[in-house]
């Protein structure tokens, strides 16, 4: 059985920091290309970050230079450290994991993160 769980979303003011994580179970993890996607309410889930198989990060550009997305293959767990806060970056945060090469596919639970002063 597949997992994704995130966890490391809560509550901050603007400026600061937070750092997510999403540890998975039940696929050859470091096979897996692994995302992280955001959902505000009223707003289509957009990419955030990626990351391939060989630790290539990519990011949307509302934020470069203030998030990074690392992984651990040991721990089978990825990383997203988020800088500078903004009340936009408040979303439900997802977790995603796919092998392009064989259609396999699976998301997380989510994550909630709000910015708030």
């Known amino acids: 059985q597949v997992q994704l769980v995130e966890s490391g979303g809560g509550l901050v003011q603007p400026g600061e920091s937070l750092r997510l994580s999403c540890v998975a179970s039940?696929?050859?993890?470091?096979?897996?290309?692994m995302y992280w996607y955001r959902q505000a309410p009223g707003k289509e889930r957009e990419l955030v970050a990626g990351?391939?198989?060989?630790?290539?990060?990519n990011y949307a550009d509302s934020v470069k230079g203030r998030f990074t997305i690392s992984r651990d293959d040991a721990r089978r767990t990825v990383y997203l450290q988020m800088n500078s806060l903004k009340p936009e970056d408040a979303a439900v945060y997802y977790c995603?994991?796919?092998?392009?090469?064989?259609?396999?596919?699976?998301w997380g639970q989510g994550t909630q993160v709000t910015v708030s002063s």
């Open positions: 995603r994991a796919r092998w392009a090469q064989y259609e396999y596919d699976y």
């Open positions: 039940g696929i050859t993890f470091g096979r897996y290309a």
């Open positions: 990351i391939t198989s060989v630790h290539s990060p």
